[in-house]
């Protein structure tokens, strides 16, 4: 029983192109996140949602949207794909709270941009 | 802003003792964290320190001292597959703020 589950596993895709990567969460946190991580494993926080409203947007290109249609999913759409996209994108959940701060992540989407 | 700094990589041998230091910069934080991530895989939860002094789980404890700005994660008993990267992190206000890893290569 899969805590946060992301799709797809893999994302290989044309320069220019759109994309969009699902997470859905069965723990019942109430916040979620969208973190990049390159290729030196540099772990970036990209937004952060509580109950559906955006929180944080880390000077991430606006070509990047996500979109939370209620508290146990958060997407990720991409627009006009770049090379520099590259990267393995996780998605987390926690109750960020003092009391609850474990972040618990996807597997992870690997996305290729050729 | 937040920033953590650790060392990018430590050598240990099998059975071997290691600790991980992570220095940070932050206006505000509930607590540090520590996550393990092996190769290919998620970051995983090890451990988490609120107030200053050590945490124990297992053979893995964690350290911090909010007057240095300073903490740590011990690691005894190493075994093979503590191969792995692992991150220092600042929790707080909706948000998890990651150093950038230490990989720690277990030698048998």
């Known amino acids: 029983d899969t805590a946060v589950s992301q799709t797809p596993k893999y994302l290989v895709t044309q320069m220019g192109n759109d994309k969009s990567i699902k997470c859905e969460q069965n723990l019942g946190h109430d916040t979620m996140y969208w973190y990049k991580q390159d290729s030196k494993k540099f772990l970036k926080i990209m937004f952060s949602y509580n109950n559906k409203e955006l929180i944080i947007n880390e000077t991430v290109p606006n070509r990047f949207s996500p979109k939370s249609p209620d508290k146990a999913h958060l997407n990720l759409h991409i627009n006009s794909l770049e090379l520099g996209d590259s990267a393995v994108y996780f998605c987390?959940?926690?109750?960020?709270?003092?009391?609850?701060?474990?972040?618990?992540f996807g597997q992870g989407t690997r996305l290729t941009v050729v | 802003g937040q920033s953590l700094e650790q060392p990018s990589e430590v050598t240990a041998v099998e059975g071997a003792i290691v600790q991980i230091n992570c220095t940070y910069q932050?206006?505000?934080?509930?607590?540090l964290s520590w996550y393990q991530q092996h190769d290919g895989g998620a970051p995983t939860f090890l451990s988490y320190?609120?107030?200053?002094g050590l945490e124990e789980t297992g053979r893995f404890s964690s350290f911090l001292s909010r007057s240095d700005s300073y903490g740590y994660l011990l690691l005894q008993e190493l075994q093979m597959k503590d191969s792995a990267s692992y991150f220092c992190?600042?929790?707080?206000?909706?948000?998890?703020?990651f150093g950038a890893g230490t990989r720690l290569f277990v030698k048998a």
């Open positions: 992190a600042l929790t707080g206000g909706f948000k998890t703020i």
């Open positions: 932050t206006s505000g934080f509930y607590g």
């Open positions: 987390a959940s926690s109750q960020g709270s003092r009391e609850e701060p474990e972040a618990f």
């Open positions: 320190n609120a107030l200053d």
